[in-house]
């Protein structure tokens, strides 16, 4: 028998400060040419299980012995923060660059992982304007490049369509071929299973327990595969009175690409539950932020309860569960994160104890009650997400994958307990999936998206201007007027003449100053100076809001503007500069300057700090429909003003936090700082 490629024995792990051991005497050997599933309940500690194999735990208490025989490569759960790079080609060469791989050979490599992955996208293409499950297959393709001997996966299937999973498991047939060992750790056993040699389960306390070597492979996954191909859209409630109808679409097109021109003109009632089903990027959670009054359709129009859905009108009607819920969690205790939305709806007292625990009981996570929120598993963060939009009793529930990361008996439950609000309650719900078996047994209508074309291209993955195949997806030549080099110097320049700045005239030279950087340089200079001025006017009413607070009434608002002005010209050079400059170059103009570690962590910072902004106006969306009171005519009441800091900054502030230690941890996964030098993607 083969030596073990990765060994643990009797290893226990527990986190730093804290006084249970997830991980509880494991002893586990993962063979070459095999593939291991990993199965056990939400929140037993599979990821940890994950990261103690891939050598990434953070110092704690540990037992027992870790024994490697080979490379490995992790994929975690949470694709978007697993991509440091702004640009498809360049983030998967970034393990080659980190193991100082010649950048000639570089391009082939990653060409190659990205077809054998089905990523059909130019290796320009932005990776946020990809979905989450091409993402997922994104970070599969960076750790293949990089030709690990073991395989780590972290719940693959839950972010794949039903192609998307048959590619995955094709390939896990053909690393096992190449005598490579793979470990996936899954909910949806049932899929993985004709690929799987050896099984284990984890209980709830963090022990392992063999469930026995596969022996026989048989036709499941193919059955799986055809059934899920040949879902079609149902209908159960024929009839629908009009003063029944909560959703009403009106020959409604989400998109203007001409190969995406899927209509959509139905009603949707009162009590009735839908499905929301397609591929990978076929535009499920575009539709549901539509739905939800957060974005427009391209085409038609999307009527609720009668009148076009707004933030202001879906207020306290609709609840929204995100697809990563820990961007809607801020208290400090799972009681008090599920009670925020009872109290605003006018619970109190006994009623609002009821609720809560009413709600944390069927979903079986009533002993978390007193437990912080943000340090509970992913899946586990679901259900305390779907609590908290619950708690509000709100007419419509939207979820976005509401069943990631949960095991069969956490999604019975969830089901169970929706099922119940809609008898009790009338409840509307929408929701996505890409497991069809789960989601279409209960719901009344189903809408299946259509299949994502894509542009075919020829030769290279660059077109001529005028002619851009991939311009419907935002691919565009978007050359800026100067280098990165000079672009840097100019606007650190003008940060810190902002900062040393004293008067309004000079501020006002220094905008004009921006404002003609921008009308020079930028491609798009009118959409640059829209974003610039949508991100003054909220930090200007944060700063403002501040400084009444501060100095009460009417006498902070002056000093507050002026304040506020200031920060603005401090931070534009830099908002000027990131959307205009490359990253890669970015990095190589600082690298000139700075040590590459150095370099790539400001490059990194330029790649997320849109991200985190855009994450806040995310925020801000879904606590307004929790209740939050965070319109800019609620900062005329000072009752408001808490839920301007506690609703909003205190969760920025978090996933702030957060954000850094997840790009830190995708980073040593992906063996940054391994060597002392790093080489260079060599471009598009």
Not at 35 to 41: D, Q, V
Not at 406 to 424: N, W
Not at 445 to 459: A, T, W
Request: aromatic letters at 8%.
């Amino acid at each position: 028998m083969a030596e073990p490629l990765i060994f643990l024995n009797n290893f226990s792990y527990a986190y730093p400060g804290a006084d249970d051991f997830v991980l509880r005497d494991i002893s586990l050997a993962i063979a070459p040419g095999t593939c291991t599933l990993l199965e056990g309940p939400t929140g037993c500690g599979k990821s940890t299980l994950l990261l103690a194999l891939r050598g990434l735990l953070p110092q704690g208490t540990r037992r027992g012995q870790r024994t490697l025989n080979g490379s490995v490569g992790l994929v975690m759960q949470r694709p978007a923060t697993q991509l440091l790079y702004a640009t498809l080609g360049a983030d998967v060469a970034f393990g080659l660059e980190n193991r100082c791989l010649v950048p000639e050979k570089m391009k082939a490599a990653v060409e190659d992982a990205l077809a054998t992955l089905g990523v059909d996208r130019p290796l320009s293409f932005p990776v946020d304007r990809l979905s989450m499950g091409q993402q997922y297959r994104s970070c599969i393709a960076g750790q293949m490049v990089c030709e690990p001997d073991v395989i780590l996966l972290d719940e693959p299937i839950a972010q794949l369509d039903p192609s998307g999973r048959q590619q995955v498991l094709q390939l896990i047939d053909e690393w096992k071929s190449q005598g490579k060992a793979i470990l996936v750790s899954e909910h949806l056993g049932p899929i993985v299973r004709p690929v799987v040699n050896v099984l284990w389960e984890m209980d709830k306390n963090g022990r392992l327990h063999t469930g026995g070597e596969k022996k026989i492979r048989g036709g499941d996954n193919a059955t799986t595969a055809q059934k899920e191909n040949t879902i079609t859209a149902i209908n159960r409630h024929d009839k629908c009175y009009a003063d029944d109808v909560v959703f009403s679409l009106q020959n409604v097109r989400l998109f203007a690409s001409p190969s995406r021109q899927l209509t959509f003109d139905f009603d949707l009632c009162q009590g009735q539950g839908m499905a929301i089903l397609g591929e990978n990027g076929a535009g499920k959670t575009t539709l549901m932020r539509c739905l939800a009054g957060l974005a427009e359709p391209e085409h038609g129009k999307i009527l609720f309860l009668g009148a076009s859905p707004t933030l202001c009108t879906v207020q306290g009607r609709l609840a929204y569960l995100l697809q990563d819920p820990k961007k809607q969690l801020f208290e400090t205790t799972v009681f008090e994160e599920v009670a925020f939305g009872g109290k605003r709806c006018g619970l109190e007292g006994d009623d609002l104890d009821k609720r809560v625990h009413h709600l944390l009981k069927h979903l079986g996570i009533d002993q978390l009650h007193a437990t912080s929120p943000h340090f509970l598993s992913y899946g586990q963060k679901h259900l305390v997400g779907l609590a908290s939009v619950l708690a509000g009793k709100p007419q419509v529930l939207l979820l976005d994958d509401p069943f990631a990361g949960l095991d069969k008996a956490s999604a019975k439950r969830v089901i169970h307990l929706i099922q119940r609000e809609c008898r009790e309650r009338k409840l509307t719900v929408v929701w996505t999936s890409h497991d069809p078996a789960t989601s279409t047994a209960w719901a009344d209508r189903v809408c299946l998206l259509g299949q994502v074309e894509q542009p075919q291209l020829s030769g290279e993955n660059t077109t001529k201007k005028g002619n851009n195949k991939w311009a419907w997806y935002g691919i565009e030549d978007n050359k800026a007027a100067m280098s990165s080099g000079k672009l840097l110097v100019c606007c650190t320049v003008l940060s810190c003449l902002a900062f040393m700045a004293k008067g309004a005239f000079i501020l006002a030279l220094l905008s004009s100053i921006n404002g003609l950087l921008i009308a020079l340089v930028a491609p798009k200079p009118l959409r640059l100076l829209q974003k610039s001025m949508s991100f003054f006017l909220w930090q200007s009413g944060l700063v403002v809001a501040l400084y009444m607070l501060r100095f009460g009434g009417t006498q902070g608002i002056n000093p507050g503007l002026l304040m506020a002005w200031q920060l603005f010209l401090g931070f534009w050079p830099g908002i000027i500069f990131m959307k205009i400059s490359n990253p890669r170059e970015t990095a190589r103009v600082i690298g000139r300057f700075l040590s590459p570690r150095l370099a790539f962590v400001f490059s990194v910072c330029l790649r997320f700090l849109p991200m985190l902004l855009a994450e806040m106006r995310e925020i801000r969306e879904i606590q307004i429909l929790r209740g939050a009171r965070l319109f800019l005519r609620d900062l005329r009441h000072p009752r408001a003003w808490a839920d301007w800091l506690h609703c909003l900054l205190v969760p920025t502030l978090i996933r702030t936090l957060a954000l850094a230690d997840e790009i830190a941890l995708a980073a040593r996964n992906r063996d940054f700082g391994c060597l002392p030098h790093r080489t260079y993607w060599p471009g598009e």
